[in-house]
């Protein structure tokens, strides 16, 4: 399962796949179940962490 969440990880903060794209890459029999384990591992829903990482790159960017 972490193996699982760690490659999810890498594929949201890439931003190439939707979401529906990463669950079924990695190959999660539904969306729910992929939101449910990854929530579970990470305290985030995959939208929420891809919304965290792009605002913290942001932030990093105003801020060099």
């Given at each position: 399962?972490?193996?699982?969440?760690?490659?999810?990880?890498?594929?949201?903060?890439?931003?190439?796949?939707?979401?529906?794209?990463?669950?079924?890459?990695?190959?999660?029999?539904?969306?729910?179940?992929?939101?449910?384990?990854?929530?579970?591992?990470?305290?985030?829903?995959?939208?929420?962490?891809?919304?965290?990482?792009?605002l913290l790159?942001?932030?990093?960017?105003?801020?060099?």
């Amino acid at each position: 399962k972490r193996l699982k969440t760690e490659e999810a990880k890498k594929l949201l903060r890439e931003q190439s796949l939707s979401v529906s794209e990463i669950c079924d890459k990695l190959g999660y029999s539904s969306i729910h179940n992929f939101t449910r384990a990854f929530k579970t591992v990470t305290g985030f829903s995959p939208t929420g962490y891809r919304k965290s990482i792009l605002l913290l790159q942001s932030t990093s960017e105003k801020n060099s």
